[in-house]
């Protein structure tokens, strides 16, 4: 590891670059930290993992080419992630059992793996970030809840083979997705799959190939999204009952709503 911080408190580490480690950057039961304008490059596992440690700021460093780029794992929390620059690594950013961590203003692009994926993690908040060209922008997984995804760019240009979904929920309920622009997706821009009781409003969806996919999920509230240039717009199936869709904006696609044993 290029710099390993175990319980420890108020450190700085800056402007430094971090090259051809296992880990970049590792903070082990470590709060209060500050990792600011670091070239984290080519280590074989994350630029940045942080396990059981929180209160620590992630801001406007380089992280490239590395296994995966930044890993919060094991209640890891209040951590703010922002300004980054995140390309070329396997994953962007993951959080796994990590909650009340802040991502914003980060640029997330070109990763073989999701932009942002997080994994048994609640009341985290995903915001204005810049996610492109990506295998998909964001997902949430297994009882991730309470999460909020807002005034994001998510962006799929160039990688033909992936860029699967946008924003992707699985077995993960009451969640806000909201105020996001979404452009060309190959499966949908935005999808709920067994993901209950979530709040999907003010997002402009466009080229998708379904603009919002519903399935096997309840109980969640499609409001005042634009959605146009999809080969389906909004499409329930399975299941998928109890949901709202009022003042929605459909323009250009070759089919509106479809409901499928809805």
Same mark, same amino acid.
């Given at each position: 590891?290029?710099?390993?911080?175990?319980?420890?408190?108020?450190?700085?580490?800056?402007?430094?670059?971090?090259?051809?480690?296992?880990?970049?950057?590792?903070?082990?039961?470590?709060?209060?930290?500050?990792?600011?304008?670091?070239?984290?490059?080519?280590?074989?596992?994350?630029?940045?993992?942080?396990?059981?440690?929180? &209160? *620590?700021? #992630? =801001?406007? !460093? /380089?992280? @490239? %080419?590395?296994?995966?780029? $930044? +890993?919060?794992?094991?209640?890891?929390?209040?951590?703010?992630?922002?300004?980054?620059?995140?390309?070329?690594?396997?994953?962007?950013?993951?959080?796994?059992?990590?909650?009340?961590?802040?991502?914003?203003?980060?640029?997330?692009?070109?990763?073989?793996?999701?932009?942002?994926?997080?994994?048994?993690?609640? &009341? *985290?908040? #995903? =915001?204005? !970030? /810049?996610? @492109? %060209?990506?295998?998909?922008? $964001? +997902?949430?997984?297994?009882?991730?809840?309470?999460?909020?995804?807002?005034?994001?760019?998510?962006?799929?240009?160039?990688?033909?083979?992936?860029?699967?979904?946008?924003?992707?929920?699985?077995?993960?309920?009451?969640?806000?997705?909201?105020?996001?622009?979404?452009?060309?997706?190959?499966?949908?821009?935005?999808?709920?799959?067994?993901?209950? !009781?979530?709040?999907?409003?003010?997002?402009?969806?466009?080229?998708?190939?379904?603009?919002?996919?519903?399935?096997?999920?309840?109980?969640?509230?499609?409001?005042?999204?634009?959605?146009?240039?999809?080969?389906?717009?909004?499409?329930?199936?399975?299941?998928?009952?109890?949901?709202?869709?009022?003042?929605?904006?459909?323009?250009?696609?070759?089919?509106?709503?479809?409901?499928?044993?809805?």
């Amino acid at each position: 590891t290029g710099i390993h911080l175990l319980n420890r408190e108020n450190v700085a580490i800056r402007n430094t670059q971090i090259k051809t480690f296992s880990y970049g950057i590792m903070l082990n039961s470590s709060s209060n930290n500050q990792i600011n304008g670091n070239s984290i490059i080519e280590n074989h596992g994350a630029g940045i993992y942080l396990y059981y440690s929180s &209160n *620590n700021t #992630i =801001k406007g !460093n /380089n992280i @490239t %080419d590395n296994g995966n780029s $930044i +890993v919060l794992v094991s209640f890891s929390k209040y951590n703010n992630i922002s300004e980054n620059n995140i390309a070329n690594n396997g994953y962007g950013i993951i959080l796994r059992d990590s909650s009340n961590n802040r991502i914003n203003g980060n640029n997330i692009m070109k990763n073989q793996g999701d932009g942002v994926f997080l994994i048994y993690s609640i &009341n *985290n908040s #995903i =915001k204005e !970030n /810049n996610v @492109t %060209d990506n295998s998909n922008g $964001i +997902v949430l997984g297994h009882y991730s809840r309470y999460n909020s995804i807002s005034e994001n760019n998510i962006v799929a240009n160039n990688r033909v083979v992936n860029n699967g979904y946008g924003i992707h929920l699985w077995d993960s309920s009451s969640n806000s997705i909201s105020g996001n622009n979404i452009t060309t997706h190959r499966f949908a821009g935005i999808m709920l799959r067994n993901s209950s !009781n979530s709040n999907i409003s003010g997002n402009n969806v466009r080229n998708e190939g379904t603009g919002i996919n519903i399935y096997s999920s309840s109980n969640s509230r499609i409001i005042g999204n634009n959605l146009a240039n999809s080969t389906f717009c909004i499409s329930l199936s399975l299941n998928s009952n109890y949901n709202s869709i009022i003042g929605n904006n459909i323009t250009n696609n070759r089919r509106g709503i479809n409901l499928y044993s809805a």
